[in-house]
């Protein structure tokens, strides 16, 4: 039986707007009744795609995740006994991220997964069976910056400024596994930085909890990204945290998920249609014109056909589409330029090959439908995605669904709007809105005869405004009209040149206080900036409300 998939508009999810508020979709009670539904959804899944062999390759997969994250966790931090008994077969629910100083919203989701693993494992529906939280580290997207944005208040205005305050002199612009650091002084200074810049705003931040293991981190990896991920996760297990972490870069390493790459790769044209079809709908659905989103099509070129991974080296770091073809029988993979491996057949499924050829002179990883694709339908028994992860995911069930012929489990989306704990009314005081300067500065214009109160204005001016107002609409030229009263105004605004210059002043100051009110209401700075007993009481708090979400 083949599963019929259709796209229609995908659920819109917003972060909430309000400080303190979480958004999860379904409901934390839910969480029980949706991995026992993913599961069953799984075994039926498991008898549809035969081509795959879905069951045989998540138990191998599976076991491969945990062995790989318990031997990656346990370098920085102590694992227990999470994941040790592989044939329990566990729970597994699962969480990405990059490894960077995100946002409290994004970081309320390794909160999350900590709590569903909990729940599950002490659940009536687990039967006593364990449930494990792994967060996957997405580190093949490319790194667009070395430094954070800081809010400090002004010392002279009381109003809200930012600035960037750099943890390394490099911006980037490979894959968060090529980004080496570059300036070591700078990372290792960074935490005194953030203090001497956030600090007039808010008091002990978590930055001086979090920097130590990062510069620890900084010494075994000297990678920018695995610094900071290891030393947030390190944070984690001193607030209690059980979870284990794996970078998508050691992932992609192993058989199980290479030969879910060769069921692509194998069929890459089969594939690039039901791709490039379910990208055309997606778009009309959601009345998108550009044909770069939400994801650009898979192109052709003679016998080359485009797949949907990056390949890139350590010496060659700048990530590039990935395309193969067949050479006498043989599976080429390549970027079309200096990276190229082929295959001693091109209808292989044994990963075994693919695997070994995998290293730092060639890096195949997947773009981001097919990274949750894997970690859906393969990996996990949950998976919860952030507001943007979800977005598209949608578009990634209906390409699962026609080209593996099986539903993918159900998701959970996660996100919180948490703001920085500082003092808005005493910053932000002001008497006029920017909207309400403007619309005086435009009475002046238009209507300059209202401020006869503020400034002394030519009485037959005024007069003739008057009579030209009453006049509207008896005028046989209209022109005339228009130009006599556009002149009129002119005159008369040409005495408020001092009324005029008060409110341009008040303008300043209002867009002034305007920009210091978004500053200090943006939900987007670095989870490394709030205190650290301000953000755990909060996800604490939104985690126990089993309703939450909707």
């Not at 309000?18 to 029980?32: F, H």
């Not at 959970?412 to 500065?441: F, G, H, K, N, Y």
Request: glycine fraction near 8%; proline fraction near 5%; charged fraction near 25%.
């Amino acid at each position: 039986m083949r599963v019929v998939a259709a796209l229609s508009a995908p659920e819109s999810y917003r972060a909430p707007s309000r400080d303190g508020e979480a958004l999860i979709v379904p409901p934390i009670g839910r969480v029980e009744r949706l991995v026992a539904d993913n599961r069953r959804r799984l075994a039926e899944a498991d008898r549809q795609a035969t081509d795959l062999a879905l069951g045989a390759l998540r138990r191998a997969a599976r076991q491969q995740l945990l062995r790989a994250a318990r031997s990656y966790t346990g370098c920085y931090r102590d694992v227990g006994s999470m994941g040790q008994e592989l044939a329990s077969d566990p729970y597994l629910v699962m969480a990405g991220h990059q490894p960077t100083l995100f946002h409290p919203g994004v970081w309320f989701k390794n909160f999350a997964i900590d709590r569903f693993a909990e729940r599950l494992t002490a659940g009536s529906s687990g039967g006593g069976r364990e449930a494990i939280a792994v967060n996957l580290v997405i580190d093949n997207d490319v790194s667009t910056a070395s430094s954070i944005r800081v809010p400090f208040r002004d010392p002279i205005s009381g109003l809200a400024r930012c600035s960037p305050v750099a943890y390394d002199s490099v911006a980037g612009g490979v894959p968060f596994e090529q980004n080496r650091i570059q300036d070591c002084e700078t990372f290792r200074s960074f935490a005194g930085a953030i203090r001497s810049a956030v600090g007039s705003l808010v008091a002990e931040p978590l930055i001086d909890r979090l920097w130590p293991h990062a510069v620890a981190a900084a010494s075994r990896c000297e990678n920018v990204a695995c610094a900071i991920a290891q030393a947030r996760h390190a944070l984690e297990a001193e607030l209690g945290l059980r979870t284990l972490e794996l970078p998508l870069s050691v992932l992609c390493r192993g058989e199980p998920f290479c030969r879910f790459a060769l069921a692509i790769l194998n069929r890459a044209n089969r594939f690039r249609q039901v791709y490039n079809g379910a990208a055309s709908e997606y778009r009309a659905a959601n009345r998108i014109r550009s044909s770069a989103h939400p994801v650009p099509d898979l192109g052709i070129d003679g016998n080359w056909v485009e797949v949907p991974f990056w390949i890139y080296a350590d010496h060659s770091p700048q990530r590039r589409r990935a395309w193969v073809r067949v050479v006498g029988g043989r599976l080429e993979v390549s970027d079309r330029r200096d990276l190229s491996i082929r295959l001693s057949s091109r209808t292989s499924d044994d990963g075994a090959e693919l695997a070994g050829r995998m290293g730092p002179e060639f890096k195949l990883r997947p773009r981001a439908l097919v990274t949750t694709m894997f970690a859906r339908l393969v990996l996990s028994d949950l998976f919860v995605h952030g507001i943007g992860g979800a977005k598209y995911d949608e578009l990634g069930d209906v390409i699962t669904a026609r080209f593996f012929g099986v539903r993918s489990p159900a998701w959970m989306v996660v996100s919180a709007t948490l703001l920085l704990p500082v003092d808005r009314r005493r910053i932000t005081e002001s008497a006029w809105s920017v909207s309400e300067i403007r619309r005086q500065l435009r009475r002046i214009r238009f209507a300059p005869e209202s401020f006869a109160g503020e400034a002394e204005l030519p009485e037959g001016l005024c007069q003739e405004k008057r009579e030209l107002i009453a006049a509207v609409g008896t005028e046989g030229n209209k022109k005339a009209w228009h130009d006599r009263l556009d002149e009129t105004n002119r005159r008369l605004a040409a005495d408020l040149g001092a009324v005029r210059q008060q409110w341009t002043e008040r303008l300043a100051v209002a867009r002034a206080v305007e920009s210091s009110e978004k500053i200090l209401n943006s939900r987007e700075y670095a989870f490394c900036l709030y205190p650290l007993g301000h953000l755990a009481n909060h996800y604490s708090r939104l985690l126990s409300q089993d309703g939450a979400g909707g």
